[in-house]
């Protein structure tokens, strides 16, 4: 799947394209596909042993801190002031396999306070205790450094909120066991979900909102159609929240109503 979507992506750009992924694809299988199909990867790591081991090397200067949650910009020293620290180190995946099948690449390591550390009889930590969040990039440095590469890596989770929305509409009532019914109905639901996110990117005021919501305050619109002298007339509701919204929608989608005098 990784070659074939890989394929599809070189046939539509020449940029070189990155994959990024979740814990759930980090494997020589996965990596190897993306980086003879000519990408780069960026894939979370499961927190194992060896892992843990790359990151106890790190020292405490080595940390860079990073615009995350809370994060405050000090315009003096043109820095973040910000619990999340960021820093990489060099890194082999895959060591266990064949020499071949190896991949050099870099750790890039998220340090963020544990904010429920286990405390043992009311007694407070005497200092801070983080969690860890790693992943391996192939990345180059001078493209992506090693804060760009962090926030580069997080925007995988998009698509997280994109399979959550789909799952609460069209793909929550997939028709049949049948593969190719539900490809093709995965085909419709993809098409049912970018009109509406198509149609609230036009007004700003909906262009993060779920499909959901999408559908509730543009496309299920409270009005009354009247016909008079052959001619439709769309009666909307007075002191409508989002009267502004849909009319930047109609006449982008139609043009401006045309005006006629008398």
Request: charged residues 20%.
């Amino acid at each position: 799947m990784v070659a074939d979507a890989l394929k599809t992506v070189a046939s539509l750009s020449c940029a070189k394209p990155l994959m990024r992924a979740d814990s759930a694809f980090y494997g020589s299988a996965t990596v190897g596909a993306a980086l003879r199909a000519g990408a780069d990867v960026s894939v979370t790591v499961r927190l194992d042993k060896r892992i843990k081991a790359a990151v106890a090397t790190i020292g405490q200067d080595a940390w860079t801190p990073i615009e995350y949650t809370d994060a405050v910009y000090d315009e003096q020293t043109n820095t973040w002031v910000s619990r999340a620290e960021v820093t990489e180190i060099p890194f082999t995946a895959f060591t266990s396999k064949k020499k071949a099948e190896r991949v050099a690449g870099r750790l890039v390591v998220r340090r963020i306070p544990d904010l429920n550390p286990g405390a043992k009889n009311g007694q407070e930590t005497l200092f801070d205790t983080w969690r860890f969040h790693a992943f391996f990039t192939t990345t180059d440095p001078e493209s992506l450094d090693t804060v760009a590469a962090d926030k580069t890596h997080r925007g995988h989770a998009i698509i997280e909120q994109v399979h959550a929305d789909l799952k609460n509409s069209a793909l929550a009532h997939l028709p049949s066991s049948s593969f190719p019914a539900n490809a093709a109905w995965l085909v419709l639901a993809v098409l049912a979900f970018n009109l509406p996110r198509a149609a609230a990117t036009i007004g700003p005021a909906l262009a993060k909102a779920t499909t959901a919501t999408i559908r509730r305050k543009l496309i299920t619109v409270p009005a009354r159609v009247a016909t008079s002298a052959r001619r439709l007339t769309l009666h909307l509701p007075t002191a409508w929240p989002w009267e502004t919204a849909w009319q930047t929608l109609f006449s982008h989608s139609c043009g401006p109503p045309l005006i006629t005098t008398t």
